[in-house]
């Protein structure tokens, strides 16, 4: 598993900004935001991999920064909260007037992903 950082600069924020969001959130087995438009994703996959995932959905004035890290950070004012990427949604009749959020299959193996600390 590697960690990245990726960053990006959409020339036209309000149009996709939720959808490169998603696009990230999908990319790798768990992520987080420590800033707006700046993440932390850990994947199994290459920077090459994951480049063609978002290349598809940005614009050719978008800028995209894609760069394998470390796990140690210094963060000001800020903090990391580790996010895995979320499960299948559990089935609901079409007659039911509910509206389930998605549960996440219990994890055994792995303890929770913790907060990092600033120095």
């Known amino acids: 598993m590697r960690t990245y950082l990726i960053s990006y600069d959409l020339a036209k924020p309000h149009l996709i900004k939720h959808v490169v969001a ?9 992520w987080a935001r420590p800033l707006e ?16 995932k978002l290349t598809r959905i940005l614009d050719s ?28 949604g559990v089935e609901i009749g079409s007659e039911a007037n509910i509206i389930a959020f998605p549960m996440a299959k219990p994890v055994t193996d792995e303890p929770e992903l913790p907060f990092a600390e600033a120095c």
Do not use: C, H, P
């Open 37 to 52: 438009q700046t993440w932390y994703v850990r994947s199994a996959e290459s920077e090459e991999a994951l480049e063609a």
């Open 61 to 88: 004035e978008d800028g995209l920064l894609i760069q394998r890290v470390k796990d140690e950070a210094i963060l000001t004012n800020t903090s990391i909260r580790w996010f895995k990427q979320r499960q299948a």
């Open 22 to 30: 998603q696009a990230i959130m999908a990319a790798g087995q768990s």
